[in-house]
């Protein structure tokens, strides 16, 4: 390991479904991996809704930021990934009530598909403390 970095690791969200990490602390910021709805027991996906899937993912990305030292308030950037866009004014729904009145940049893109039945996932920036 690089002493350029620290590897972020927590049990409150599920392992990796890939050769990465959860997150990575380096220069002051923390870069999360992509982040979806699993469940961190199973390693699965909660159901087939968005919603149930969006509140899972943040939940996680809560508890992945959290074991770095930040919350969501520290998040200056975010990447949504979704498999439909007609799922966009949900999950922004979900999303607006975990960051409050914190807005901080954000890009949202629709993709083919993504790992483990996931119907999105989010990608996060933060500033840790």
Not at 16 to 30: C, L, N, R, W
């Amino acid at each position: 390991m690089s002493s350029n970095y620290k590897i972020v690791e927590t049990e409150e969200v599920y392992e990796p479904i890939g050769p990465f990490s959860q997150a990575v602390i380096a220069g002051g910021f923390i870069f999360t991996a992509g982040i979806g709805g699993l469940e961190p027991e199973t390693c699965r996906v909660p159901s087939n809704d968005v919603e149930e899937q969006t509140i899972q993912c943040m939940e996680n990305v809560k508890n992945v930021l959290k074991a770095a030292g930040a919350e969501l308030q520290d998040v200056i950037k975010a990447v949504i990934y979704l498999v439909n866009m007609d799922d966009y004014g949900k999950v922004n729904e979900i999303y607006a009530r975990y960051m409050g009145e914190h807005r901080p940049a954000r890009c949202c893109v629709t993709v083919k598909e993504l790992p483990a039945n996931e119907l999105m996932k989010i990608e996060a920036i933060a500033i840790r403390k």
